[in-house]
């Protein structure tokens, strides 16, 4: 179907001004990916659709959102009754709302999932060390924008969630003060904290999309990994991107929007982990919830956070977790990537996946003495985790290598 | 493995899939579109009443109805008099032309002259139906009142300050003017002697 359109007149004249036949040979027709790549190569693709969904649906949310902590006649506040006019009011408004906010959850699954596959099969590994670089800072920005997101509405989760982490950049010696203030634009979290954060929430998907396009523009110079972890020979173990993979994206595309669709229109809530219930009740500046909790997935650094009787260690470690994603590639020295050929790693990678697990349920939970201290022997293996990595390949016995995938 | 297909099924495929890919997007638009379009408390507001005993004899008053302006006018025995003679100044003097500049209970010769249910009280939308700016209400006859901006023989009525429209007392345009249309009329009741419904 491609090969037919692309002998048309009118591509060979689009081609002749842009070079589009070089573009989609290099990048679908002719781009080798490995020939076994499992289920787990769909959350790439997810991701970029979960993106541009959120693009798309934010937009159109802009449209009737205000950014203002005016008080109303009702006497709530501008932007909290602009979200119930969304809800109500709006036509399809109410979709849209929990299009976007199903979606910020769907987001960060998809893309967990697209993490923890590169963590089991080393994709993180030479030579894609860049390529997990920027897919590290992509995770950071969409925290952000994740958190961003979350003031808008501004009610009680919104704003005391704000004000905890602002707090937190507070924290810091010297300059604490200073970023506090430079986030909140005063001395509490208020009016200008939200028009700001507004500004910030629609900016930040914009640099998303810069880097994701970084992101896939790095793995398609150093190509896909796969199950095995091997390097793959051209032609032999590989085959085009289009139409193998476009056709295995496109399914996986299917049964992601099966389940998506079902959760906006059925249980777009999530019994309170996808949209919290005290965030119906509006922002009060004088009253905190008995109960404050980020969203499910940010509670694994929310514990790690909570895991430290020190305020300032605490803001520092859980900038540290997140950093030390950074440095994985160079810590991790095993020649095998795929942990299906290393005992040792593939059991502590797994036990890694439980332990964030954990993390996220104790962030989520009220603390207790007994969930403190489980978040405090989970966060200490979060971290052992990587620091043991350039010692596991010392004593750890690979499994032989196949030959060829 | 390509080579022992059979390429004419292989295309039906491709074509359905694309075919139904193409329906759930198209689909997909329908909320996007929709929700650009008036929202509901937006269309709750598209009723106004208004007291047109609160315009003074030869006043004339500004309103907003869907979020456009509309004139009230409380025209004296003296405007309704320059609303005879100059037919043939008129671009469309029976308001025929279009549907909005006409309604439903214009149904005798006087109503078509005077456009509106009570001679005295003018309702129209103050937009200009050339591009839609406000004119100015210059009522009285000549150019005694008005100067130049005007033509010698004024039968008294608007002036767009726009590019120069001019309509007379009952809100007809004036030949040679750039506006196509008379100022349109928006449905309105009388709820009472004096309580207008408009909308």
Known sequence: MLDKMMKSKLFGWIDERTGAEAIIKSQLTEYEVPKNLNYMWNFGSLALLVLVLQI?????????????????YGGYTIAFDSVERIMRDVNFGWLL????AVGASAFFVVV??????????????????????????????????????????????????????????????VIGEFIQQLLMGGF???????????????????????????????????HSNNPTGLDVHEGKSTIPFHPYYTVKDAFGVGVFLTIYTY???????????????????????????????????????????????SKLLGV??????????????????????????????????FLFFITVVVLGYCGHSAPTPTLKLIGQLATTYYFAFFLLLPLVNKFEKTKPLPEEI | MTDQADQSRRNFLYVAAGGMGAVAAGAAVVPFLGSMLPAADTLAASKTEFEVSTVEAGQLVVIQWQGKPVFVVNRT????????????????????????????????????????????????????????????????????????????????????PCHGSLYDISARVINGSPAPHNLHLMPYKYLSDTKVLIG
């Not at chain 1, 709302?97 to 976007?100: D, G, K, P, Q, V």
């Open chain 1, 56 to 72: 798309v649906t934010g937009i159109f949310l802009a449209m009737y959102y205000k950014p203002s902590a005016a008080l109303t």
């Open chain 1, 97 to 100: 709302r929990y299009m976007h």
């Open chain 1, 112 to 173: 967990y999932m697209h993490i923890g596959r590169g963590l089991y099969y080393g994709s993180f590994k030479g030579p894609r060390e860049l390529l997990w670089i920027i897919g590290v800072v992509i995770l950071l920005i969409m925290q952000g924008a994740a958190f961003f997101g979350y003031l808008l509405p501004w009610g009680q989760m919104s704003f005391w969630g704000a004000t905890v982490i602002t707090n937190l950049f507070g924290a810091l010696p």
């Open chain 1, 188 to 222: 509490a979290v208020g009016d200008p904290t939200l028009n700001r954060f507004f500004s910030l929430h629609y900016l930040f998907p914009l640099l998303l999309a810069a880097i994701v396009g970084g992101h896939v523009h790095a793995l398609h110079v150093v």
């Open chain 1, 263 to 309: 959760i906006v229109f059925f249980n777009p809530q999530m019994g309170g982990y996808f949209i919290e219930v005290d965030n119906y009740v509006p922002a009060n500046n004088l009253q905190t919830p008995a109960h404050i909790a980020p969203v499910w997935y940010l509670t694994p650094w929310y514990t790690i956070l909570r895991s430290f009787e």
């Open chain 1, 316 to 349: 520092l470690m859980m900038g540290a977790s997140l950093a030390i994603l950074f440095v994985l590639p160079f810590l991790d020295r095993s020649k095998v990537r795929s942990a299906r050929y290393r005992p040792v790693y593939k059991q502590m990678v």
């Open chain 2, 77 to 160: 025995q003296e405007y309704l008099a320059q609303v005879d003679g100059h037919d043939d100044m008129l671009k469309d003097a029976n308001s025929e032309a279009i549907e909005a500049v006409s309604a439903a209970w214009m149904d005798t010769p006087e109503k078509r002259k005077y456009r509106s249910i009570k001679p005295e009280y003018l309702i129209v939308v103050a937009s200009c139906t050339h591009l839609g700016c406000i004119p100015l209400f210059k009522p009285t006859k000549g150019r005694k009142d008005w100067g130049d901006s005007v033509p010698e023989n004024w039968p008294g009525g608007w002036h767009c």
